[in-house]
């Protein structure tokens, strides 16, 4: 016996419902874990998939855009692949996630090169306050991203506990969030990461184009300074600089207008400065 079939059907006499972007495999496609919440499936499958979801998206009038892979930088052969198998215009987008053992946001910029037509996303990188991550684990998986053409980065997760216990069994138990609640309390907390991440959040507008810098370096100690700039749809330039030095630095800012500027920033900071139109 075959399982029933579900059919999509269009709203009744009415625009069809605008849908999210979906990944019409799974999230995290080559995890495997406990079923409730992973679903192995290679890159054949995801084709497959990709291909019959648009079909039926466009059969019903649907004007939703697929997102392929959603899963580590290590394996850019997995999306290549789907988007070599699926027709032009099947799959709209790449997601990519930070927990490769050597994560390379290059890889993207790779990718890019091969695939200029695809939007790149950075879709998942957890938060782990309690477990020891460090103050520039997001600015790290913020900027890497930005830096090799993704268009967008989210952190996981979005709101946790206090307690740490609001993980599936078996899940992300020791993730926190960009706000931790206390639930018995009734309270709730930003965290570092709130703010760190509003240094981007809150000053690059939607449909923001990065604008190229250059000047960064890292050291082996795993300090140094990077940067990301964006030119915003109201006319404004917006510049974070990250200084994962411990000692605060003058940095020189010229663009290629001829402006320049000299800044000083703190030691083991975030900066983001706003340049107006």
Not at 6 to 31: I, V
Not at 45 to 60: M, V
Not at 166 to 192: D, F, L, M
Not at 243 to 268: C, F, P, Q, R
């Amino acid at each position: 016996q075959h399982p029933p079939t579900a059919e999509l059907s269009p709203p009744p006499a009415r625009a069809p419902a605008p849908l999210p972007h979906p990944n019409p495999t799974s999230a995290q496609p080559l995890h495997i874990g406990p079923p409730e919440w992973t679903m192995y499936m290679d890159s054949s499958y995801a084709a497959i998939l990709s291909n019959l979801t648009r079909t039926k998206l466009d059969q019903h009038g649907f004007d939703t855009k697929i997102w392929a892979y959603d899963h580590n930088t290590d394996k850019p052969e997995y999306p290549q692949y789907v988007l070599d198998n699926s027709p032009a215009g099947t799959v709209d987008a790449v997601a990519w996630h930070c927990y490769a053992s050597n994560v390379d946001w290059t890889a993207l910029s790779t990718f890019h090169q091969q695939n200029p037509d695809v939007t790149q996303y950075m879709t998942e990188c957890w938060l782990h306050l309690g477990t020891g991550e460090g103050f520039f684990d997001l600015p790290n998986f913020v900027v890497g991203p930005l830096q090799n053409w993704a268009s967008g980065v989210l952190a996981w997760i979005l709101g946790g506990s206090v307690d740490y216990d609001v993980g599936y069994p078996g899940g992300c138990g020791q993730c926190s969030g960009i706000i931790q609640v206390n639930r018995t309390a009734g309270t709730y907390e930003k965290t570092q990461d709130f703010y760190t991440l509003g240094q981007f959040s809150k000053f690059v507008e939607k449909h923001a184009v990065r604008v190229a810098t250059d000047g960064n370096y890292d050291y082996p100690d795993g300090t140094g300074v990077q940067t990301v700039a964006f030119r915003n749809p109201s006319g404004s330039m917006v510049v974070v600089i990250v200084n994962k030095i411990v000692t605060a630095l003058k940095v020189n800012l010229e663009l290629e207008s001829g402006e320049g500027y000299t800044v000083s920033v703190d030691g083991s900071s975030v900066t983001t400065l706003v340049l107006a139109s």
